[in-house]
């Protein structure tokens, strides 16, 4: 049937190999044969020199290149194996599609995809090609996954492969955050969305899906959702996962900061993300000039992360703070544009003039920070009785 140059076979050899598939097909039992089909199973560990395997097709091939590719992965040779991979994934789809009213096949799936992204990037990464290269190629078969999951749209609740949708595109997400192709989630979210069972899916799948739909509407400046989703990921989060809680609060604090909520120097101090503490500190004094310097003293953090550009962002919430004080030690309705000019050349901003601090509080009061008008004859900034510094989650 076939036959293995490794003399020191476990349990049982090759033979054992072969009913371990043949054990998880033929009870119908797809965890148990996900479980052999993983990368990580022990069988995986061992050469097997193997010319076919003796399964009924397609399961003979998927098998067969399950094996090829953990034959690659002991060699280190990662592009092999990534090609490998690829034909299991290609064959599972043209099987899996052509399967009615059941979805045994689904915790196959979420194995064999996850382990496709993975060997793409160690692929990528070892042999010095482009990673972005190999992400498109699993985009690619994710998405023949997907349509086969989202297409089985009339089977009953309990067998439709549509429990499947979220896993996979999750994996779509990392792919196309890598490759910068956050476009392509739009109609992913969609499909999600509109969904029956969107709330049914297991809490790790919502977890991982709304921390990229959330960072997704953080980057297009829809901070009101980047908040509702970023928030859900943290509370939902196992609080064991301290890594990957830390993980989301790197997007959720700049996000709550934007809409003017401040985080704790506690919390700060517990997920070790003291970078953040300065800012904190600047934004609520309203000094530009400290903020400045505490981004660009971790600029490199900032940027690796990509949430640089919306720190910088917080300098309309930090000149609008300062703005903010200096209406309350006045305590008038009626500031001088010139006590402005002269916090801003104090804070370090010596080249602003009266031009250029009308034209600041112009864009302020037009963009809603401040209830109010100038008067440029008299060079005076008229605020509002009522609320003259509105609460910013009341217009961002």
Same mark, same amino acid.
């Given at each position: 049937m076939f036959s293995s140059n490794n003399g020191n076979n476990i349990g049982g /050899?090759?033979?054992?190999?072969? =009913?371990?598939?043949?054990?998880?097909?033929?009870?119908?039992d797809g965890r148990q044969f996900a479980t052999v089909m993983s990368i990580n199973h022990p069988y995986s560990k061992h050469f097997w020199d193997i010319k076919y395997i003796s399964l009924?097709?397609?399961?003979?091939?998927?098998?067969?290149?399950?094996?090829?590719?953990?034959?690659?992965?002991?060699k280190k040779d990662y592009e092999t194996a990534f090609q490998h991979q690829s034909k299991v994934v290609q064959l599972f789809t043209k099987m899996f599609g052509t399967q009615k009213e059941d979805n045994w096949g689904l915790p196959l799936m979420s194995v064999i995809i996850k382990e496709l992204y993975f060997?793409?990037?160690?692929? /990528?990464?070892?042999?010095?090609? =482009?990673?972005?290269?190999?992400?498109?190629?699993?985009?690619d078969l994710l998405m023949g996954v997907f349509r086969v999951c989202a297409g089985d749209s009339r089977t009953s609740l309990e067998f439709t492969k549509r429990w499947?949708?979220?896993?996979?595109?999750n994996l779509l997400f990392k792919c196309y955050f890598r490759t910068n192709k956050l476009h392509l989630c739009k109609p992913l979210i969609r499909t999600i969305e509109s969904s029956n069972i969107k709330d049914e899916y297991t809490i790790a799948d919502r977890v991982t899906y709304n921390y990229f739909v959330g960072k997704k509407y953080m980057y297009e400046n829809e901070f009101k959702g980047a908040n509702k989703c970023l928030s859900f990921a943290f509370e939902h989060c196992h609080k064991q996962s301290i890594k990957n809680k830390r993980k989301i609060l790197i997007y959720l604090i700049p996000v709550k900061m934007s809409l003017g909520n401040m985080p704790k120097l506690e919390l700060l101090q517990k997920y070790d993300l003291t970078e953040f503490k300065d800012i904190v500190l600047?934004?609520?004094?309203?000094?530009i000039k400290t903020l400045n310097e505490s981004i660009e003293k971790n600029s490199g953090f900032f940027i690796k992360e990509g949430i640089y550009l919306v720190l910088e962002k917080l300098k309309v919430i930090?000149?609008?703070?300062l703005f903010k004080r200096i209406y309350m030690i006045k305590s008038s309705f009626q500031l001088d544009v010139s006590s402005f000019q002269c916090a801003l050349n104090f804070l370090g901003l010596e080249d602003v003039d009266g031009e250029e601090t009308e034209c600041i509080l112009a864009n302020m009061i037009a963009d809603g920070y401040i209830k109010g008008y100038l008067s440029e004859q008299h060079k005076k900034m008229v605020v509002s009785k009522v609320t003259a510094f509105p609460k910013l989650n009341t217009f961002l």
């Open positions: /050899g090759l033979k054992a190999l072969l =009913n371990a598939f043949k054990e998880g097909l033929e009870n119908d009924d097709p397609p399961f003979d091939v998927i098998c067969f290149e399950h094996v090829q590719c953990c034959n690659a992965i002991l060997l793409g990037l160690k692929a /990528g990464a070892n042999h010095g090609e =482009n990673i972005a290269t190999k992400l498109d190629i699993c985009a499947g949708m979220m896993t996979i595109i600047s934004v609520k004094e309203g000094n930090t000149l609008r703070n």
